[in-house]
């Protein structure tokens, strides 16, 4: 059964950086999909874009919420860093399968909160579904 885990991943970097909220809202300028690809993200500036919650990892064994707090990193500004850590939100698969961590470390979300320093900006989003 693929049920939602609808907004962990939001409210996971809600509580981990202070200078940007991510809420569900219109007009969004973050629009979340899900098909059977590889999960991935078109960012198209800093807090807009298009995030793909592929199922092809999920059914890979990948964790779900760290899927989605990944590739909601992009959308904040950050890059992949494969150092294979579990640790580091933004290595994706290079680390485990079996890596279920989905906070931000401590220098992804100090990067994020500089990227949007001096702004709380609000990052409206819809469609946050992992289909049903
Ligand atoms: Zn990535």
Redesign the pocket.
């Known amino acids: 059964m693929r049920c939602g885990s609808r907004r962990p991943a939001a409210q996971i970097w809600n509580s981990s950086v202070t200078n940007v909220r991510l809420q569900a809202g219109s007009p969004a300028t973050v629009t979340i999909y899900v098909d059977s690809g590889w999960?991935?993200?078109y960012v198209t500036g800093l807090g807009s874009g298009r995030i793909y919650m592929g199922w092809q990892a999920v059914d890979q064994g990948y964790n779900r919420t760290r899927i989605a707090t990944?590739?909601w990193?992009?959308i904040l500004g950050?890059?992949?860093n494969r150092t294979g850590r579990c640790s580091d939100l933004?290595s994706?698969?290079s680390a485990p399968v079996s890596c279920a961590n989905a906070t931000p470390s401590a220098a992804e979300a100090s990067r994020v909160n500089s990227l949007f320093a001096g702004s709380a900006v609000p990052v409206p989003a819809k469609a946050y579904v992992w289909g049903s």
């Open positions: 999960p991935r993200a990944h590739e990193g992009h950050l890059p992949d933004m994706g698969s």
